[in-house]
Protein backbone atom coordinates (compact mmCIF):
# COMPACT_ATOMS: atom_id res chain seq x y z
CA UNK A 1 0.00 0.00 0.00
CA UNK A 2 1.39 3.80 -0.72
CA UNK A 3 0.75 4.98 2.79
CA UNK A 4 0.72 8.57 3.82
CA UNK A 5 1.65 9.39 7.18
CA UNK A 6 0.93 12.92 8.88
CA UNK A 7 2.78 14.13 11.56
CA UNK A 8 5.58 11.45 10.56
CA UNK A 9 8.03 13.33 12.83
CA UNK A 10 6.09 13.36 15.87
CA UNK A 11 5.00 10.45 18.73
CA UNK A 12 2.85 8.98 16.83
CA UNK A 13 3.91 8.80 13.64
CA UNK A 14 7.90 7.59 14.49
CA UNK A 15 6.11 4.84 16.12
CA UNK A 16 4.58 4.13 12.65
CA UNK A 17 7.22 4.27 10.98
CA UNK A 18 9.40 2.16 13.21
CA UNK A 19 6.83 -0.62 13.56
CA UNK A 20 7.85 -3.92 11.64
CA UNK A 21 3.99 -3.92 10.14
CA UNK A 22 4.65 -0.91 8.13
CA UNK A 23 8.36 -1.63 6.55
CA UNK A 24 6.12 -4.00 3.36
CA UNK A 25 3.96 -0.72 2.88
CA UNK A 26 5.48 2.33 0.35
CA UNK A 27 5.86 5.02 3.28
CA UNK A 28 4.83 8.78 2.44
CA UNK A 29 5.59 11.01 5.41
CA UNK A 30 6.76 14.88 4.54
CA UNK A 31 7.57 17.23 7.39
CA UNK A 32 5.52 20.26 8.03
CA UNK A 33 8.28 22.52 5.95
CA UNK A 34 7.30 19.29 2.88
CA UNK A 35 3.41 19.79 3.38
CA UNK A 36 1.97 22.22 5.40
CA UNK A 37 -1.22 21.53 5.83
CA UNK A 38 -2.50 24.43 7.07
CA UNK A 39 -2.59 25.23 3.35
CA UNK A 40 -5.47 23.73 1.71
CA UNK A 41 -3.74 24.33 -2.22
CA UNK A 42 -0.66 22.58 -1.17
CA UNK A 43 -2.47 19.74 0.22
CA UNK A 44 -4.63 19.10 -2.82
CA UNK A 45 -1.62 19.46 -5.03
CA UNK A 46 0.64 17.05 -3.24
CA UNK A 47 -2.30 14.25 -2.81
CA UNK A 48 -3.02 14.72 -6.68
CA UNK A 49 1.00 14.27 -6.91
CA UNK A 50 1.53 11.52 -5.00
CA UNK A 51 -1.78 9.83 -4.98
CA UNK A 52 -1.66 7.53 -1.66
CA UNK A 53 -3.94 4.75 -1.44
CA UNK A 54 -4.51 5.18 2.59
CA UNK A 55 -3.69 8.21 4.81
CA UNK A 56 -2.95 8.33 8.47
CA UNK A 57 -3.79 11.68 9.86
CA UNK A 58 -1.00 12.04 13.11
CA UNK A 59 -0.07 15.51 12.75
CA UNK A 60 -1.56 18.55 14.71
CA UNK A 61 -0.71 20.84 17.20
CA UNK A 62 -0.75 18.61 20.70
CA UNK A 63 0.42 20.02 23.79
CA UNK A 64 -0.08 19.51 27.79
CA UNK A 65 -2.44 21.95 29.98
CA UNK A 66 -0.21 25.15 30.16
CA UNK A 67 -0.08 25.04 25.94
CA UNK A 68 -3.47 24.61 25.63
CA UNK A 69 -4.42 27.34 28.05
CA UNK A 70 -2.04 29.92 27.13
CA UNK A 71 -2.76 28.98 23.40
CA UNK A 72 -6.52 28.16 22.45
CA UNK A 73 -6.63 30.29 19.47
CA UNK A 74 -3.71 28.25 17.73
CA UNK A 75 -4.81 24.69 19.53
CA UNK A 76 -8.70 25.49 17.84
CA UNK A 77 -8.22 26.93 14.61
CA UNK A 78 -4.43 25.02 13.30
CA UNK A 79 -6.30 21.36 14.15
CA UNK A 80 -9.14 22.25 12.84
CA UNK A 81 -7.41 23.69 9.52
CA UNK A 82 -5.40 20.70 9.61
CA UNK A 83 -8.02 18.41 9.75
CA UNK A 84 -10.48 20.37 7.40
CA UNK A 85 -8.17 20.81 4.63
CA UNK A 86 -6.49 16.95 4.59
CA UNK A 87 -9.74 15.81 4.69
CA UNK A 88 -11.16 17.20 2.08
CA UNK A 89 -8.66 17.28 0.04
CA UNK A 90 -8.77 13.59 0.20
CA UNK A 91 -12.38 13.62 -0.38
CA UNK A 92 -11.73 15.99 -3.60
CA UNK A 93 -8.61 13.82 -5.06
CA UNK A 94 -10.94 10.84 -4.24
CA UNK A 95 -8.09 8.73 -1.75
CA UNK A 96 -10.45 5.61 -0.60
CA UNK A 97 -9.53 5.64 3.45
CA UNK A 98 -8.22 7.75 5.74
CA UNK A 99 -7.58 7.16 9.37
CA UNK A 100 -8.22 10.00 11.41
CA UNK A 101 -6.32 10.61 15.11
CA UNK A 102 -8.80 12.14 17.75
CA UNK A 103 -7.73 12.14 21.33
CA UNK A 104 -9.52 11.49 24.87
CA UNK A 105 -10.42 15.14 25.44
CA UNK A 106 -13.01 14.96 22.88
CA UNK A 107 -15.37 13.11 26.00
CA UNK A 108 -17.62 15.55 27.90
CA UNK A 109 -15.35 16.55 31.12
CA UNK A 110 -18.35 14.28 33.48
CA UNK A 111 -19.35 11.81 31.13
CA UNK A 112 -18.84 8.18 33.42
CA UNK A 113 -15.86 6.47 32.85
CA UNK A 114 -14.81 4.38 31.16
CA UNK A 115 -15.56 6.47 28.22
CA UNK A 116 -17.77 4.82 25.58
CA UNK A 117 -17.29 5.97 22.14
CA UNK A 118 -21.00 7.42 21.81
CA UNK A 119 -20.54 9.90 24.42
CA UNK A 120 -18.65 12.50 21.90
CA UNK A 121 -20.57 15.46 21.82
CA UNK A 122 -23.08 14.49 24.31
CA UNK A 123 -21.69 16.85 27.02
CA UNK A 124 -19.76 20.11 28.34
CA UNK A 125 -16.09 19.71 27.65
CA UNK A 126 -13.07 19.92 30.26
CA UNK A 127 -12.37 24.03 29.61
CA UNK A 128 -8.62 23.84 30.10
CA UNK A 129 -8.42 21.98 26.34
CA UNK A 130 -11.95 23.33 24.89
CA UNK A 131 -10.15 24.30 21.42
CA UNK A 132 -8.23 21.71 21.15
CA UNK A 133 -11.23 19.26 21.95
CA UNK A 134 -13.94 21.44 19.50
CA UNK A 135 -11.26 20.77 16.51
CA UNK A 136 -11.11 17.38 17.16
CA UNK A 137 -14.40 17.08 17.56
CA UNK A 138 -15.56 18.61 14.65
CA UNK A 139 -12.26 16.82 12.59
CA UNK A 140 -13.93 13.40 13.73
CA UNK A 141 -17.39 14.50 12.78
CA UNK A 142 -16.37 15.88 9.16
CA UNK A 143 -15.13 12.04 8.74
CA UNK A 144 -18.68 10.89 9.36
CA UNK A 145 -20.40 13.17 7.08
CA UNK A 146 -17.57 12.57 3.88
CA UNK A 147 -18.66 8.87 4.76
CA UNK A 148 -22.26 9.77 4.71
CA UNK A 149 -22.29 11.63 1.39
CA UNK A 150 -20.10 9.03 -0.34
CA UNK A 151 -19.90 5.55 1.21
CA UNK A 152 -16.94 4.85 -1.30
CA UNK A 153 -15.04 6.96 0.66
CA UNK A 154 -13.96 5.44 4.53
CA UNK A 155 -12.70 8.15 6.71
CA UNK A 156 -12.73 7.20 10.46
CA UNK A 157 -11.45 8.08 13.68
CA UNK A 158 -8.91 6.62 16.49
CA UNK A 159 -9.38 7.68 19.98
CA UNK A 160 -5.98 6.58 21.75
CA UNK A 161 -5.64 7.04 25.65
CA UNK A 162 -2.62 9.12 26.54
CA UNK A 163 0.36 7.62 25.42
CA UNK A 164 4.17 7.50 26.02
CA UNK A 165 6.80 5.69 25.03
CA UNK A 166 9.83 6.05 22.34
CA UNK A 167 10.05 9.67 20.73
CA UNK A 168 7.57 11.16 23.95
CA UNK A 169 8.47 14.75 24.59
CA UNK A 170 11.28 14.79 27.26
CA UNK A 171 11.37 19.22 27.44
CA UNK A 172 9.86 20.00 31.30
CA UNK A 173 7.76 23.19 28.96
CA UNK A 174 5.86 20.76 26.60
CA UNK A 175 6.29 17.07 28.40
CA UNK A 176 3.59 14.62 28.94
CA UNK A 177 3.90 13.12 32.50
CA UNK A 178 5.60 10.20 32.39
CA UNK A 179 8.65 12.15 30.73
CA UNK A 180 8.16 14.52 33.17
CA UNK A 181 8.53 11.46 35.81
CA UNK A 182 11.08 9.96 34.28
CA UNK A 183 13.26 13.20 34.10
CA UNK A 184 12.60 13.99 38.23
CA UNK A 185 13.19 10.71 39.35
CA UNK A 186 16.52 10.78 37.09
CA UNK A 187 17.22 14.34 38.64
CA UNK A 188 16.55 12.69 42.01
CA UNK A 189 19.28 9.80 41.23
CA UNK A 190 21.80 11.83 40.04
CA UNK A 191 21.06 14.70 42.49
CA UNK A 192 20.73 11.82 45.77
CA UNK A 193 17.48 13.18 46.74
CA UNK A 194 15.92 10.84 49.45
CA UNK A 195 12.29 11.66 48.25
CA UNK A 196 10.42 12.49 44.99
CA UNK A 197 7.53 15.16 45.44
CA UNK A 198 3.89 14.13 43.66
CA UNK A 199 1.56 16.88 43.33
CA UNK A 200 -1.75 15.79 45.44
CA UNK A 201 -2.05 12.72 46.73
CA UNK A 202 -1.04 10.33 43.99
CA UNK A 203 -4.52 8.60 43.90
CA UNK A 204 -5.81 10.20 40.28
CA UNK A 205 -5.66 7.47 38.14
CA UNK A 206 -4.77 7.81 34.35
CA UNK A 207 -4.47 5.13 31.55
CA UNK A 208 -1.17 5.16 29.44
CA UNK A 209 -0.38 2.82 26.64
CA UNK A 210 2.76 2.43 25.07
CA UNK A 211 2.71 4.00 21.57
CA UNK A 212 3.54 1.14 19.78
CA UNK A 213 0.92 -0.72 21.00
CA UNK A 214 -1.06 1.98 18.89
CA UNK A 215 1.06 1.41 16.25
CA UNK A 216 0.17 -2.40 16.81
CA UNK A 217 -3.28 -1.10 16.79
CA UNK A 218 -3.48 1.30 13.30
CA UNK A 219 -1.72 -1.92 11.52
CA UNK A 220 -4.73 -4.31 12.39
CA UNK A 221 -6.88 -0.87 11.59
CA UNK A 222 -5.54 -1.04 8.09
CA UNK A 223 -5.88 -4.61 7.40
CA UNK A 224 -9.63 -4.75 9.07
CA UNK A 225 -10.68 -1.53 7.82
CA UNK A 226 -14.00 -2.12 6.73
CA UNK A 227 -15.18 -3.90 10.35
CA UNK A 228 -13.77 -0.80 11.65
CA UNK A 229 -16.39 1.42 13.43
CA UNK A 230 -16.67 5.42 12.54
CA UNK A 231 -15.24 5.83 16.08
CA UNK A 232 -12.60 3.72 18.00
CA UNK A 233 -11.46 4.06 21.01
CA UNK A 234 -7.75 2.46 21.82
CA UNK A 235 -6.42 2.05 25.10
CA UNK A 236 -5.21 -0.49 27.98
CA UNK A 237 -8.66 -1.35 29.35
CA UNK A 238 -7.56 -0.49 32.79
CA UNK A 239 -5.35 2.31 34.40
CA UNK A 240 -2.81 3.32 37.13
CA UNK A 241 -2.61 5.74 39.52
CA UNK A 242 -0.33 8.42 39.25
CA UNK A 243 2.00 6.80 42.55
CA UNK A 244 1.89 3.32 40.42
CA UNK A 245 3.64 5.33 37.10
CA UNK A 246 6.13 7.35 40.14
CA UNK A 247 6.64 3.59 41.51
CA UNK A 248 6.98 1.84 38.39
CA UNK A 249 9.38 4.56 37.46
CA UNK A 250 11.54 4.40 41.13
CA UNK A 251 11.81 0.95 40.26
CA UNK A 252 13.15 0.57 36.35
CA UNK A 253 16.08 3.72 38.21
CA UNK A 254 16.45 1.67 41.57
CA UNK A 255 15.65 4.86 43.12
CA UNK A 256 15.48 3.47 47.16
CA UNK A 257 13.87 7.22 48.40
CA UNK A 258 10.27 7.40 48.79
CA UNK A 259 7.73 10.02 48.10
CA UNK A 260 6.54 13.31 49.62
CA UNK A 261 2.73 14.37 48.38
CA UNK A 262 2.31 18.23 48.28
CA UNK A 263 -1.82 18.14 48.83
CA UNK A 264 -1.90 21.36 48.65
CA UNK A 265 -1.26 21.43 44.39
CA UNK A 266 -3.91 20.00 42.38
CA UNK A 267 -4.60 16.68 41.04
CA UNK A 268 -6.64 16.79 38.17
CA UNK A 269 -9.86 14.59 36.92
CA UNK A 270 -9.93 11.80 39.18
CA UNK A 271 -10.31 9.09 36.01
CA UNK A 272 -9.84 9.11 32.72
CA UNK A 273 -10.26 5.39 31.41
CA UNK A 274 -11.56 4.52 27.57
CA UNK A 275 -13.56 1.90 26.81
CA UNK A 276 -11.92 -0.25 24.77
CA UNK A 277 -14.51 -3.03 23.78
CA UNK A 278 -14.36 -2.03 20.12
CA UNK A 279 -10.77 -2.45 19.89
CA UNK A 280 -11.41 -5.84 21.85
CA UNK A 281 -13.83 -7.20 19.74
CA UNK A 282 -11.40 -7.22 16.93
CA UNK A 283 -9.46 -9.37 18.94
CA UNK A 284 -6.62 -6.73 19.78
CA UNK A 285 -5.17 -5.86 23.61
CA UNK A 286 -2.42 -3.83 23.56
CA UNK A 287 0.72 -5.99 25.15
CA UNK A 288 3.34 -4.01 26.51
CA UNK A 289 3.11 -3.76 30.43
CA UNK A 290 3.79 -0.37 32.19
CA UNK A 291 7.71 -1.93 33.73
CA UNK A 292 8.34 -2.55 29.81
CA UNK A 293 6.93 0.39 28.76
CA UNK A 294 8.82 2.45 31.34
CA UNK A 295 12.16 0.88 30.89
CA UNK A 296 12.09 1.09 27.26
CA UNK A 297 11.14 4.77 27.48
CA UNK A 298 14.03 5.46 29.72
CA UNK A 299 16.15 3.82 27.70
CA UNK A 300 15.14 5.65 24.55
CA UNK A 301 15.92 8.75 26.89
CA UNK A 302 19.29 7.88 28.17
CA UNK A 303 19.79 7.25 24.35
CA UNK A 304 18.64 10.67 22.72
CA UNK A 305 19.44 12.81 25.73
CA UNK A 306 23.05 11.24 26.55
CA UNK A 307 23.75 13.21 29.69
CA UNK A 308 20.89 11.82 30.86
CA UNK A 309 22.48 8.28 31.54
CA UNK A 310 22.81 7.76 35.58
N1 LIG B 1 0.70 12.00 22.47
C1 LIG B 1 -0.39 11.53 23.05
O1 LIG B 1 -0.42 11.18 24.26
C2 LIG B 1 -1.66 11.37 22.23
C3 LIG B 1 -2.76 10.74 22.84
C4 LIG B 1 -3.93 10.61 22.12
C5 LIG B 1 -4.01 11.11 20.83
N2 LIG B 1 -2.94 11.71 20.27
C6 LIG B 1 -3.09 12.26 18.91
O2 LIG B 1 -2.15 11.68 18.02
C7 LIG B 1 -1.75 12.65 17.06
C8 LIG B 1 -0.22 12.75 17.06
O3 LIG B 1 0.23 13.12 18.35
P1 LIG B 1 1.78 13.13 18.70
O4 LIG B 1 1.89 12.99 20.16
O5 LIG B 1 2.51 12.22 17.79
O6 LIG B 1 2.15 14.66 18.32
P2 LIG B 1 3.58 15.33 18.20
O7 LIG B 1 4.64 14.41 18.67
O8 LIG B 1 3.48 16.68 18.81
O9 LIG B 1 3.77 15.52 16.62
C9 LIG B 1 3.00 16.44 15.91
C10 LIG B 1 3.27 16.26 14.43
O10 LIG B 1 2.41 17.15 13.71
C11 LIG B 1 3.15 17.75 12.66
N3 LIG B 1 2.60 19.05 12.33
C12 LIG B 1 2.37 20.10 13.17
N4 LIG B 1 1.92 21.17 12.47
C13 LIG B 1 1.87 20.78 11.15
C14 LIG B 1 1.50 21.42 9.96
N5 LIG B 1 1.08 22.71 9.95
N6 LIG B 1 1.57 20.73 8.80
C15 LIG B 1 1.99 19.45 8.78
N7 LIG B 1 2.36 18.77 9.89
C16 LIG B 1 2.31 19.44 11.06
C17 LIG B 1 4.57 17.85 13.19
O11 LIG B 1 5.43 17.90 12.07
P3 LIG B 1 6.88 18.66 12.05
O12 LIG B 1 7.69 18.07 13.17
O13 LIG B 1 7.43 18.37 10.71
O14 LIG B 1 6.58 20.11 12.29
C18 LIG B 1 4.69 16.56 14.00
O15 LIG B 1 5.14 15.52 13.16
C19 LIG B 1 -2.46 13.96 17.42
O16 LIG B 1 -3.64 14.06 16.66
C20 LIG B 1 -2.84 13.75 18.88
O17 LIG B 1 -4.01 14.45 19.24
C21 LIG B 1 -1.75 11.84 20.92
Same mark, same amino acid.
Given at each position: ???????? +???????? @??? =?? *????????? #?????????? &?????? !????? =??? @????????????????? %??? *? !???????????????????????????????????? %????????????? !????????? @?????????????????????????? %?????????? *? &? %??? #??????? @?? /??????????? #?????? &?? +????? *???????? &??? #?????????????????????? +?????????????????????? !???????????????????????????? /????? /????????????? +??
Amino acid at each position: MKLLITGA +SGMVGQNL @IEH =PD *FQSHTLLRP #SSKELNLLNR &DAVVEY !LKTNT =PDF @IIHAAGRVGGIQANIKH %PVA *F !LTENMDMGFNLLLAAQAVGIPQLLNLGSSCMYPRNA %PNPLKEELVLKGE !LEPTNEGYA @IAKCAVSRLCDYIHAENENLQYKTLI %PCNLYGRWDK *F &D %PKN #SHLIPAI @IA /KTLKAVQEGHH #SIEIWG &DG +SARRE *FMYAEDLA &DFI #SLALSRFEELEQLTNVGLGFDY +SIKDYYQATAESFSFKGGFAFD !LSKPTGMKQKLVDCKRAHALGWKAKTDL /KTGIS /KTIAFYQEEYRGA +SV
